[in-house]
């Protein structure tokens, strides 16, 4: 069976300090991977999506990037952090374009 | 654009009482994938159902059940008997086609929190 792991589970940070975010997936060999992140008031926002090794697709410009480096391997980064980028940020992965996506344990990041 | 509206924010029931959660959706694609989820207070969304939108049958899950209608762009989740474990934030989201971007991208509702007290 498939599983997705994300860390850390949360993560506090200072005003411009610099953010890497990991997610893996197991039993599973070339899934679409998702970031998403879930402000205060529970919505959903899509933030990129890679349907392969070093091909990411970018939903909302800001200060976030997004890489993959290997097949099951998808990470989060920033630079300089801002306040607003606190968050609850979810990984996802699915198969084909119809899929149903499948959420890891989410990170919970405050930045102050 | 896609859109999903999930008008109640905050439902609180008796436990045993059935109680039914709304979504109404807007895409202007013919192929489309509408989905619930369940996000307990760990945070962690769960799946719950995934309809095809060539597929208007209604489904029952257990104490789950989903009632799928094109004319009225509704795919209201209904659970009966309630439980204090079903209390959560519910998601319904959407997964349109070519005309509308959303191959790859799903269109989320607002969310309900669900209460079931004792």
């Known amino acids: 069976s498939q599983t997705i792991h994300q860390w850390p589970a949360t993560l506090v940070q200072p005003v411009g300090s610099p953010l890497s975010l990991e997610c893996t997936v197991e039993?599973?060999?070339?899934?679409?991977l998702y970031w998403y992140r879930q402000a205060a008031g529970r919505g959903l926002q899509l933030l990129f999506y890679s349907v392969g090794i070093g091909q990411i697709s970018s939903e909302v410009p800001q200060n976030l990037s997004a890489s993959r480096p290997q097949d099951r391997q998808f990470i989060l980064s920033s630079k300089k952090l801002l306040l607003s980028d606190s968050g609850f940020y979810l990984c996802?992965?699915?198969?084909?374009?119809?899929?149903?996506?499948?959420f890891g344990p989410g990170t919970r990041l405050l930045v102050l | 654009a896609q859109k999903v509206t999930q008008a109640q924010t905050e439902i609180s029931v008796v436990e045993k009482e059935d109680v039914t959660l709304d979504c109404v959706y807007e895409?202007?694609?013919?192929?489309?994938?509408l989905f619930w989820y369940k996000q307990p207070p760990s945070g962690e969304l769960v799946f719950l159902i995934r309809r095809n939108s060539f597929d208007e049958q209604n489904e029952i899950s257990g104490r789950y059940s989903w009632n799928f209608q094109k004319s009225t762009s509704s795919f209201n989740f209904t659970i009966t008997a309630s439980q204090v474990v079903d209390s959560a934030v519910y998601f319904c989201?959407?997964?349109?086609?070519?005309?509308?971007?959303?191959?790859?991208?799903?269109?989320f509702g607002t969310g309900t929190q669900l209460k079931v007290e004792l």
């Open positions: 989201a959407l997964k349109g086609g070519v005309l509308t971007g959303g191959g790859n991208k799903l269109t």
């Open positions: 996802a992965w699915g198969r084909e374009l119809q899929e149903t996506q499948y």
């Open positions: 895409t202007r694609d013919t192929t489309y994938y």
């Open positions: 039993g599973t060999s070339n899934p679409n």
